[in-house]
Structures are given as structure tokens and as C-alpha cells.
């Protein structure tokens, strides 16, 4: 049984004045009002309420009991309204999960336009490097890349993590770039700790790799050193590329592109995370991005 239960129901009856009045104001009958203050005053275990059959009137203990209990009656409406902010206006917090490997750069970039068009919200960024290891309901959103681990996820694609092979000006000169795929087995590669490279078409090569990372950030300092090729995201080294300290293979099939998921918590969805995925939507617009796109990317982010 409710804490609450009789309350409601003691405070109509005191702003009535009468029993029969307060079954009207909230839609039950007189008899239904009687016995819930009834159970009220015999939980508390005092009286309330002095009843004759001419008036109605507050004991010492029914007036400290309404006083205080209309109190919380306001904070309570107070409290629903400024949740009820949550379905009408973007507040409130938005904890959102990103890879280290690509959120740590070109999303968080993306994340502070968004947080300065919308100061209502607080934007609380948590990097991630496995995806296994994501609870989704610690989260209000999660940006996952590739094949979605369960159908059941709620999610929306809203772009590409577009990766490309690139190295320093100084490599390509001295070793050149490979003519496929499968060329990459005479390279010095750098990797993910898996030691493969993919590509559009399901094509994965395995190689030797020079250097093995599973962080994105790890793997391109070691490419500014000319430690050799890497697969890396194009907005990861946008700098370089526009700053010509790095520079990719324009080959169509050098390229790889994972989708890219807004996936969100199951329920009712609040204005803040539906404005944050139409911003990703309407911000990315699907676009394969590519090494040449690197100067405008850097103006734009």
C-alpha cells in the first residue's frame, strides 16, 4: 500500500470542507473519501478530522499534518512540471558513449556545436574501446560503427566512419603505395591488435603489422612517424592531410566505410535525445567521406 494513500483525499476534504465535495473534486464517492482518511488516521494513529453532523474541523494533529502535507502537494506538482520539461523543451543530461578510436576526436567536435546550441543540456561524453563491453542502459545513447551486435536495439544509421590507407609524404616516396589489397603483405602496416586491415566488400587481409594499437589516436602517431601504413579514419588525420604532414591512396578500392548508429535507450524518448539525433542526421547527411574532403573538414570542425 502507498505511503501516499489518503492523503490526497484528507487534503480535498480540508480544502472542500466536506466529505461529499471532495468525492466530487476528484471523481469518487463520499463513502470511498471517508474510509480512505479513515485508513489514514488509523495508520498515523491519531485523528484528523473532528466530524458532527453540523461541521468539520482540524485537530492540533490535522492541522500540522495539513500543513506540512500541503506542502509536498506543491513540491510534487512543482517536481512533475519541470519533468514534464523532458517531453516539451531539450534539457536535462545526455550521457553518451563513444568509441576512443573516432569520438574521441571528430564526435566530441560535433558534441560541443551541439552542447553550445543547446545550454539546457549537459553533455556527459564517456569513451569506450570495446563495444562488448557496452551496458546500453547505462547510457542515453551509444555510437556504434559496422554490424549492430543485437537487432533489438533501437538505432538509426546517420553516417559513414570512413577509413583510408595513409602514410607520411616521406614512405610513400621511399616504399610507395600498394597496388591492392593484397600488396599490403610487403608493407610495413600498422594495425588494430587483430593484425588485419579491411576494405569495402568484405575483404580483410591479415599482415605482419609493425605496430599493433587498439587505439586510433596510438596508430596515428605512429603513422606521423613514418612507421608505415595505416587504415585510419579520414576525420582522425583531416589535419594532417590538409597540412600535407600525411597523405591517403585515392583508390575507390582502398577505402572503408562502416555505418555509423545512434543507438538509444528503450521507453519514451526524450526532446534532447531526439534533437541530438536529428543534429547527427542532419549534420553528417550520410556522406562517404574522403581524403580530398580533408581542407573543408578541417574549416568545418
Known sequence: MS?????????????QGSFTAAGDQLGVSKSYISKTV?????????????????RLSLTGAGESFHRECAQLQQRLSEVEKQVGLYSTHPVGRLRIGLSDIFGSD???????EFSADHPG???????????????????????????????????????????CLCATPAYVAAHGWPKSPEDLQEHDCLTDRSGSISFNGDICIRVQPKWASNSGIALRS?????????????????????????VALEEEWSFYDRECWVVYSPGIMSVATRAFIDYLVRKTGRTKIRPSMAASLVARY
Open 121 to 163: 543540456i549537459m553533455i556527459e561524453p564517456i569513451a569506450y574501446l570495446n563495444e562488448n563491453e557496452i551496458v546500453q542502459e547505462s547510457f542515453d545513447i551509444v555510437i556504434r560503427y559496422g554490424a549492430l551486435p543485437n537487432s533489438s536495439l533501437r538505432a538509426r544509421t546517420f553516417g559513414y566512419l570512413a577509413y
Open 222 to 246: 605512429a603513422a606521423r612517424k613514418g612507421l608505415g601504413i595505416a587504415s585510419l579514419p579520414v576525420m582522425v588525420i583531416r589535419q594532417d592531410l590538409a597540412e600535407g604532414r600525411m
Open 3 to 15: 505511503s501516499w494513500r489518503g492523503i490526497e483525499e484528507f487534503l480535498a476534504v480540508v480544502d
Open 38 to 54: 479513515h485508513e489514514l488516521e488509523e495508520r498515523l494513529g491519531v485523528q484528523l478530522l473532528v466530524r458532527t453532523t453540523r
Open 106 to 112: 571528430y564526435m566530441s567536435a560535433l558534441l560541443a
